[in-house]
């Protein structure tokens, strides 16, 4: 078991004696990395990321987490402002809207193209001028 964590701690970038630091010396982008590697290997079929997982994180281990998280079969749940991170991790989107929740099964590009989804996101815009 120890083996197969600490495998899993190095794709997650925690090498060597970095898989043995205590949590209260870990680094903002060390303590998500951590969490996120907890909840992968606990086997939960959902992971709930509420707001922006890539926040703290360098790029290196923005990219492991989108390698570790192509594994996943669980549902995931996030908000984010990174487009890469959404483009390559999201296969189904959903916008709240005030005239009411769009939800489309796609891409991120996808659903930015997406006629009408981008109509109701219109529709909103032009009350918001309005005002």
Same mark, same amino acid.
């Given at each position: 078991?120890?083996?197969? #964590? =600490?495998?899993? +701690?190095?794709?997650?970038?925690? *090498? $060597?004696?970095?898989? &043995?630091?205590?949590?209260?010396?870990?680094?903002?982008?060390?303590? #998500? =990395?951590?969490? +996120?590697?907890?909840?992968?290997? *606990? $086997?939960?079929?959902? &992971?709930?990321?509420?707001?922006?997982?890539?926040?703290?994180?360098?790029?290196?281990?923005?990219?492991?987490?989108?390698?570790?998280?192509?594994?996943?079969?669980?549902?995931?749940?996030?908000?984010?402002?990174?487009?890469?991170?959404?483009?390559?991790?999201?296969?189904?989107?959903?916008?709240?809207?005030?005239?009411?929740?769009?939800?489309?099964?796609?891409?991120?590009?996808?659903?930015?193209?997406?006629?009408?989804?981008?109509?109701?996101?219109?529709?909103?815009?032009?009350?918001?001028?309005?005002?």
């Amino acid at each position: 078991m120890q083996h197969f #964590v =600490r495998g899993f +701690l190095g794709r997650m970038l925690f *090498s $060597g004696e970095d898989a &043995l630091k205590k949590v209260g010396v870990l680094s903002g982008g060390e303590k #998500v =990395r951590c969490m +996120l590697s907890k909840l992968m290997i *606990s $086997g939960s079929q959902h &992971l709930n990321f509420l707001y922006e997982p890539t926040n703290h994180l360098d790029m290196e281990s923005i990219t492991a987490l989108n390698e570790a998280l192509k594994d996943f079969t669980g549902a995931l749940l996030f908000t984010s402002q990174d487009h890469q991170f959404v483009q390559t991790t999201a296969n189904r989107i959903m916008e709240i809207t005030p005239n009411g929740l769009i939800d489309k099964e796609c891409t991120y590009d996808e659903y930015l193209e997406n006629d009408e989804a981008a109509r109701k996101r219109q529709i909103v815009e032009i009350e918001e001028d309005d005002e």
